[in-house]
DNA sequence: AGCGGTATCAACAATGATGTCAATAGTGGC
DNA sequence: GCCACTATTGACATCATTGTTGATACCGCT
């Protein structure tokens, strides 16, 4: 009887396999195809092996919930905090990139519909909210100086949001209920950014 | 041995209730409450009986995708073609409306991360396509006249549907990353629909 | 080399969900 | 009232997934 030979891992090299295999699953196959057999399948591993590292599958999930959470976070801090002397409209348009792209608006999706259990409301870390609170002056300054600038520049950054994230979600089929161009609507960003420039200007 | 009575719904009227019943687990449980038994026992039958109406599990998602679908394009219809004389603005703003509000939002999230065999792709209705083929040129006419018009007033669609989706998925938890007033993110659609007239001007 | 720690595994038990089936019980039409 | 139709049901078989357990193999350390 050949028994294959054991690949043996540190923990920590196991459990960032894992959740990478788990978020390729969750990309490729939706959300039915998360359970841990497939996903050590896809690592040529045992399911009590995944176990082992996560308690159980929903710790497996928490912990990709996590784990996506934070590369979501961290791209947002990249974009904001952008060298060499970020333009603001320049930050908003990397904003809008960094929450479109990368799968972060089906996660924010996955936690809008997803287990219950998912959503223990994550906290945005107080590293964020810092930066968020830098952004919002530098911006507010640059908006018509009548009424409250720095609701306005709140607001702006709540509409590069929001858009964003309806654009990673429906962007590939709402330009056929519109009749719209593929690549016109592949240039939307671009052109949201140029309108923020005008309501700025 | 009591037996208690069965009650007999229409063939109809069966698909009703259980339709409602799995609309209102989505919303209350999530993907995973989703099962035929749990819907079953909220409509006080036996999960045999939905089986029956729907063929399988899979039936009962694909009908409740069409049943949320079908409604989710009559509310955008009815914002598109309200009467009296609708200002373009204002079918904008209705346009939001109806996509944010309902759990429309939710409904695409899960199309975008659901099982695969939900989204065999529903074609929109000629019906809906018609209708947005009769807005854009009627938004077309009220923008200033250099360049694509048509192209323009598709954007500003595209705009407006890509933030109603984002805000009805993550509008309730952007605030507090952004350190935004609660009241002022309730005011976001109106805000919205003044930055779309300005951008119309 | 020897050894303790632990990552790994196969096998098992338990649970839950799915789908089938034959029997039953309302309902409308005659 | 009777009958055909079908919505409804409990019981069952099946399957997928989860989680446990005891044994094992690999690795770092002394």
């Known amino acids: 009887m050949s028994v294959r ?7 920590e090299e196991a459990r960032r396999e894992i959740l990478q295999a ?5 990309r490729e196959h939706g959300l039915a195809g998360l359970n ?22 929903a710790g497996m999930r928490q912990a990709l919930v996590a784990h996506m959470t934070e590369r979501l ?13 970020p333009e603001p409209t320049a930050m ?34 107080e590293h964020l909210r810092v930066l968020f609170a830098e952004l919002v002056p530098v911006l507010a300054a640059r908006l018509p100086g009548h009424g409250d600038r720095e609701a306005a520049a ?17 962007g590939a089929r709402l330009p056929r209920m ?19 420039d005008q309501l700025m200007a």
């Open 178 to 196: 519109i009749s719209m161009d593929e690549a016109e609507a592949a240039a939307f960003p671009e052109w949201l950014g140029r309108q923020i």
């Open 92 to 125: 908003l348009r990397q904003l809008f990139d960094a929450l479109s792209r990368g799968g972060h608006a089906r996660l924010l999706a996955w936690l809008s519909i997803g287990d219950e259990a998912l959503s223990e409301d994550l906290e945005p870390p």
């Open 5 to 11: 030979p054991r690949k043996r891992r540190s923990s």
């Open 154 to 170: 709140k607001r702006l950054i709540f509409l590069i949001a929001t858009a964003a994230i309806g654009y990673g979600i429906a």
């Open 22 to 26: 788990a978020e390729a699953r969750l």
């Open 73 to 85: 976070l961290r791209d947002i801090i990249a974009a904001l905090q952008r060298e060499p002397a």
């Open 36 to 57: 841990v057999v497939a996903v050590a399948g896809d690592c040529g591993m045992s399911h009590a092996t995944v176990i082992h590292h996560f308690g159980n599958t």
